[in-house]
C-alpha cells in the first residue's frame, strides 16, 4: 500500500511552467507505475501522464506530449510531473496516482489533489 501527497499546484499566466511533485510513503512505491490524472470543473478526471517503476517508459495524452513530462525519483519516492507552456485548458485539480494500469486506466492509490489554475 502506498500514501500519495502532491504539491507544486497554483496559479500561473498562460505560456508559464509548474512543476508537480508527489511523495509517496511505502517501500512499495519504487514497484508501481505511477500516474498523474486531472480534473476540470464539471468535467470527468482524465489520464494526463504515466511512468513505469523503473522511469524507463512513460505515456502521454495527446494534448499536453511535448509540454509535460513525467518523471520519477525512486530514492526520493517521489514523481514529478513538469509542466511547460501552459494553456488555460490546462486548469484542473492534478491528482497523482499509484499503481497505474496501463492503457489510461488508474490504479487504487490516489492523492488529495492539487490545483491548477492557467490565466489567459
Known amino acids: 500500500q502506498v500514501q500519495l501527497v502532491e504539491s507544486g499546484g497554483g496559479l500561473v499566466q498562460a505560456g508559464g511552467s509548474l512543476r508537480l511533485s508527489c511523495a509517496a510513503s511505502?517501500?512499495?512505491?519504487?514497484?508501481?507505475?505511477m500516474g498523474w490524472f486531472r480534473q476540470a470543473p464539471g468535467k470527468e478526471r482524465e489520464f494526463v501522464a504515466a511512468?513505469?517503476?523503473?522511469?524507463?517508459?512513460?505515456e502521454y495524452r495527446e494534448s499536453v506530449k511535448g509540454r509535460f513530462t513525467i518523471s520519477r525519483d525512486n530514492a526520493k519516492n517521489t514523481v514529478y510531473l513538469q509542466m511547460n507552456s501552459l494553456k488555460p485548458e490546462d486548469t484542473a485539480v492534478y491528482y497523482c496516482?499509484?499503481?497505474?494500469?496501463?492503457?489510461?486506466?488508474?490504479?487504487?492509490?490516489w492523492g488529495q489533489g492539487t490545483q491548477v489554475t492557467v490565466s489567459s
Open positions: 511512468i513505469d517503476w523503473s522511469g524507463g517508459i512513460t
Open positions: 511505502g517501500r512499495t512505491f519504487r514497484t508501481y507505475n
Open positions: 496516482n499509484g499503481d497505474y494500469q496501463g492503457g489510461t486506466r488508474p490504479g487504487d492509490y
